[in-house]
């Protein structure tokens, strides 16, 4: 990274940079930190930590992620210095045929329920990298599920916004709608279903809910309110581990998890950076977003034409990151004027949650865990506590497409966890937002290591995501061609890209766009910094 960069003309949060020296953890609520700073103090790894604060995330960000969802995982080993990526994301039910939804996939309800992988991966993290035993790194969740825990300020606002969609199923509504009533900030939630699950888990590991008398209610529950969900389904849960994605920049090593993760999209826009002269702009400047915006709609392109499953044969080109194709991709951005994107059709939004953790051996984990929308499909598989993905909107319909619906294959994930590696340097980073994810992670990156900027500063700068048609998640797709901006962002930007031909719309002025934690190992003084984001619950615990 290069000498700090002074920005005082961008508001900040007031938060501060957050220093240890054993161990860091930050997530997207203050008491899923503290189940991983738990772990990390009984001894546990990084990765016994990863668990406990997907569990307890599970439990006071259930709208974001949890045991009906999936999660892309990436592992930085200190001992050999290796990156391992771990993908915990299940495939279409067997009988979700193409033909079957002629009518297009529900975006909500049982119909919209891909097989949900989180636990298998939480099964990988414990055992391949973990010191504990499960049992302990999920007690911290248990409890807070058995005891209840404060309602936020944004979780009220959120389960507010989807009570409609939380009352058409009773088991939801019993759970998230006590007595017929949408919780206020400070109440406490309590998830006694939920927390039977999670022992039971802990208890017979997570193969229990994949076979056995748990799994038989919870596709008992989803078959008979008419979705795909059946035991045969479920068994097809799996994690794999998988070698990462890799791209220099700038002196890092960029790790990403592959296909069917499209993080490999990040690489694509940073290289296509590396070929541009971006110490002659400022930061936050018109300049700079706009080739990055420029570089995102070129990545995104070869996103929509090559990213699938590799299983079912889709395999990304060998020449996706050659540096000469990516100096080439670089010379057809024009500095003065925006490329149109292709008009199709697109999208919507996306909830999901991320967080880093490193321990005092050196080791560190991220994760990208999602249900997809706020609070998924909205369905509570009967009496299992789990609330259910809505993963099976991202299929594609029309034959032929990479990301084209058939059952067993795993639709493409826009999870992206990202690490980085230089020397004896390790950082972890994350953020939910859907497509922007690899936009937010582009933007911090950027401003971190091109301008030296400090990570919470960095976590904290003004924001952008684009949107293109053609170029999204969610299928059908209905997006127009838009910037949108956090209102913090200096008018002269603004006023850029504007010039620039970029249709640009102003958010508030944290608009929120995403909310991205970090860990950072530095160097030979292994000294360690926690950045959370100020957009939502998100705190940072470092000692």
Same mark, same amino acid.
């Given at each position: 990274m290069?000498?700090?960069?002074? *920005?005082?003309?961008?508001?900040?949060?007031?938060?501060?940079?957050?220093?240890?020296?054993?161990?860091?953890v930050?997530?997207?609520?203050?008491?899923?930190?503290?189940a991983?700073?738990?772990?990390?103090?009984?001894?546990?790894?990084?990765?016994?930590?990863?668990?406990?604060?997907?569990?307890?995330?599970?439990?006071?960000?259930?709208?974001?992620?949890?045991?009906?969802?999936?999660?892309?995982?990436l592992?930085y080993?200190?001992?050999?210095?290796?990156?391992?990526?771990?993908?915990?994301?299940?495939?279409a039910?067997?009988?979700?045929?193409?033909?079957?939804?002629?009518?297009?996939?529900?975006?909500?309800?049982?119909?919209?329920?891909?097989?949900?992988?989180?636990?298998?991966?939480?099964?990988?993290?414990?055992?391949?990298?973990?010191?504990?035993?499960?049992?302990?790194?999920?007690?911290?969740?248990?409890?807070?599920?058995h005891?209840?825990?404060?309602?936020?300020?944004?979780?009220a606002?959120?389960l507010?916004?989807?009570?409609?969609?939380?009352?058409?199923?009773?088991?939801?509504?019993?759970?998230?709608l006590? +007595?017929?009533?949408?919780?206020?900030?400070?109440?406490?939630?309590?998830?006694?279903?939920?927390?039977?699950?999670?022992?039971?888990?802990?208890r017979?590991g997570?193969?229990?809910?994949?076979?056995?008398?748990?799994?038989?209610?919870?596709?008992?529950?989803?078959?008979?309110?008419?979705?795909?969900?059946?035991?045969?389904?479920?068994a097809l849960?799996?994690?794999?581990?998988?070698?990462?994605?890799?791209?220099?920049?700038?002196?890092?090593l960029v790790?990403?998890p592959?296909?069917?993760?499209?993080?490999?999209?990040?690489l694509?826009?940073?290289?296509?950076?590396?070929?541009?002269?971006?110490?002659s702009?400022?930061?936050?400047?018109?300049?700079l *977003?706009?080739?990055?915006?420029?570089?995102?709609?070129?990545?995104?392109?070869d996103? +929509?034409?090559?990213?699938?499953?590799?299983?079912?044969?889709?395999?990304?080109?060998?020449?996706?990151?050659?540096?000469?194709? *990516?100096?080439?991709?670089?010379h057809t951005?024009?500095?003065?004027?925006?490329?149109?994107?292709?008009q199709?059709? +697109?999208?919507?939004?996306?909830?999901?949650?991320?967080?880093?953790?490193?321990?005092?051996?050196?080791?560190?984990?991220?994760?990208?865990?999602?249900?997809n929308?706020a609070?998924?499909?909205?369905?509570?598989?009967?009496?299992?506590?789990?609330?259910?993905?809505?993963?099976?909107?991202?299929?594609?319909?029309?034959?032929?497409?990479?990301?084209h619906?058939q059952?067993g294959?795993?639709?493409?994930?826009?999870?992206?966890?990202?690490?980085?590696?230089?020397?004896?340097?390790?950082?972890?980073?994350?953020?939910?937002g859907?497509?922007?994810q690899?936009?937010?992670?582009?933007?911090?990156?950027?401003?971190?290591?091109?301008?030296?900027?400090?990570?919470?500063?960095?976590?904290?700068?003004?924001?952008?995501?684009?949107?293109?048609?053609?170029? +999204?998640?969610?299928?059908?797709?209905?997006?127009?061609?838009?910037v949108?901006?956090?209102?913090? *962002?200096?008018?002269?930007?603004?006023?850029?890209?504007?010039?620039?031909?970029?249709?640009?719309?102003?958010?508030?002025?944290?608009?929120?766009?995403?909310?991205?934690?970090?860990?950072?190992?530095?160097?030979?003084?292994?000294?360690?910094?926690?950045?959370?984001?100020?957009?939502?619950?998100?705190y940072?615990?470092?000692?």
């Amino acid at each position: 990274m290069t000498a700090v960069t002074n *920005l005082s003309f961008a508001e900040q949060a007031g938060r501060p940079i957050l220093m240890g020296r054993r161990w860091a953890v930050s997530s997207g609520h203050p008491l899923a930190s503290w189940a991983g700073a738990q772990i990390l103090q009984r001894g546990g790894t990084a990765a016994d930590a990863a668990v406990a604060v997907a569990a307890a995330l599970n439990v006071v960000e259930p709208h974001m992620s949890g045991l009906g969802g999936d999660l892309f995982a990436l592992v930085y080993q200190a001992d050999t210095h290796t990156v391992w990526a771990v993908n915990g994301t299940g495939p279409a039910p067997l009988e979700a045929i193409p033909e079957r939804f002629r009518g297009g996939i529900p975006e909500r309800g049982p119909l919209s329920v891909s097989v949900p992988a989180a636990a298998r991966a939480w099964e990988v993290l414990a055992q391949r990298w973990g010191r504990l035993s499960l049992a302990e790194s999920l007690a911290p969740a248990i409890e807070l599920a058995h005891e209840g825990f404060p309602v936020s300020h944004n979780l009220a606002v959120s389960l507010r916004a989807h009570a409609d969609l939380l009352a058409r199923y009773p088991s939801s509504a019993r759970i998230f709608l006590p +007595e017929g009533n949408v919780p206020q900030p400070g109440q406490l939630l309590r998830q006694a279903e939920l927390a039977r699950t999670l022992e039971t888990i802990a208890r017979n590991g997570p193969t229990a809910l994949y076979e056995g008398e748990l799994a038989e209610r919870l596709s008992r529950a989803v078959v008979e309110a008419g979705g795909f969900l059946t035991l045969e389904s479920l068994a097809l849960a799996e994690a794999e581990v998988v070698a990462p994605l890799s791209l220099p920049y700038h002196g890092w090593l960029v790790w990403a998890p592959p296909p069917n993760s499209s993080a490999h999209t990040l690489l694509e826009m940073l290289g296509i950076l590396e070929h541009l002269p971006l110490d002659s702009w400022r930061p936050l400047s018109a300049e700079l *977003l706009h080739v990055m915006i420029e570089a995102k709609k070129l990545a995104f392109s070869d996103r +929509e034409q090559f990213t699938g499953d590799p299983r079912f044969g889709y395999v990304l080109p060998k020449d996706l990151l050659d540096p000469e194709r *990516l100096r080439a991709l670089a010379h057809t951005i024009d500095p003065h004027r925006t490329h149109p994107a292709p008009q199709r059709r +697109e999208q919507t939004g996306s909830q999901t949650t991320s967080f880093s953790v490193v321990d005092p051996y050196g080791n560190m984990t991220v994760v990208t865990a999602s249900i997809n929308m706020a609070f998924g499909s909205g369905f509570v598989a009967g009496d299992t506590g789990i609330l259910l993905n809505n993963r099976m909107t991202y299929w594609h319909l029309e034959a032929g497409h990479p990301n084209h619906l058939q059952p067993g294959k795993r639709v493409r994930q826009t999870l992206s966890p990202i690490l980085l590696t230089r020397d004896r340097s390790v950082l972890g980073i994350g953020t939910p937002g859907g497509d922007a994810q690899v936009q937010i992670l582009l933007h911090v990156l950027v401003h971190l290591i091109n301008y030296g900027v400090e990570l919470q500063p960095a976590v904290e700068l003004p924001r952008w995501q684009h949107h293109a048609p053609g170029q +999204e998640s969610n299928w059908p797709h209905g997006s127009v061609d838009l910037v949108q901006v956090e209102g913090r *962002l200096p008018n002269s930007t603004i006023e850029g890209l504007q010039a620039r031909g970029h249709r640009v719309q102003r958010l508030p002025p944290w608009g929120p766009i995403g909310s991205c934690q970090a860990v950072y190992r530095i160097g030979k003084s292994s000294v360690l910094q926690a950045a959370a984001d100020p957009r939502s619950d998100a705190y940072a615990i470092a000692w």
